[in-house]
């Protein structure tokens, strides 16, 4: 990691940042920005303000500066684990429903094929 690097990776924690968004910034590997974050957590430059769970429940910190206590990744709740469940199951089946009618409008829209021989009897 390079100064111009820090210097970016300086000017986003000064609101929130995570380490996906610092990388796609700067192009620096993600375990390189964890490190450096980590790094600075230590000396109590930087801290974790905040948890952000993707789409599939994996938590990712949110970085910003600061010299209080990062705030610890807290479990969630089986009500919790079970909702997001259901999100991705109702995400999924959005998904299936729109490719089915992409699917069925494209085959109405077609022209319909010519009957195929039939190489035995010479009959469509």
Known sequence: ???????????MLGERATVRAIHDATGVSKDTIRKTLRALEVERVARIVDWKRDTGGAAEPVWTLGSEPSVPLRGMTDA????LYRQRQRAGRDVMASMAMTIVSRNCNAEPDEPKQNKRTGSA
């Open 80 to 83: 919790q684990k079970q909702a």
């Open 1 to 11: 990691m390079n100064v111009s690097h820090l210097a970016v990776l300086m000017r």
